[in-house]
């Protein structure tokens, strides 16, 4: 009888769903010390994937702020001394060359 009157409520999508929070707080509840390692971890997960997500938005899908950005150019020095190729130059090199 209880199963019928169960089969002929509404939303029983809604009412597992319930269920499950509620025995899902019950078990966070049993064990606080796993619980704050599981919340803890999942909140450096998202903190991190929203940091990297918003250094490669800036960076990397949208456009430079610039006019021209098409134009930039960038310059390199070789290091025959040291043995370095392609490395940037010194503000003060930039000046001289300038």
Do not use: C, W
Request: hydrophobic share 45%; charged share 20%; net charge negative.
């Amino acid at each position: 009888m209880k199963e019928e009157y169960r089969d002929q409520k509404g939303l029983p999508f809604l009412e597992t769903l319930a269920q499950d929070l509620r025995y899902a707080i019950r078990m966070l509840l049993r064990s606080p010390g796993f619980s704050f390692i599981a919340i803890a971890t999942i909140a450096l997960g998202v903190g991190a994937t929203t940091a990297i997500y918003s250094v490669m938005d800036a960076t990397l899908l949208h456009p430079l702020p610039f006019p021209n950005p098409h134009e930039l150019i960038r310059i390199q020095d070789d290091l025959p001394g040291v043995g370095a190729q392609g490395v940037g130059i010194s503000i003060p090199e930039f000046r001289d060359l300038e």
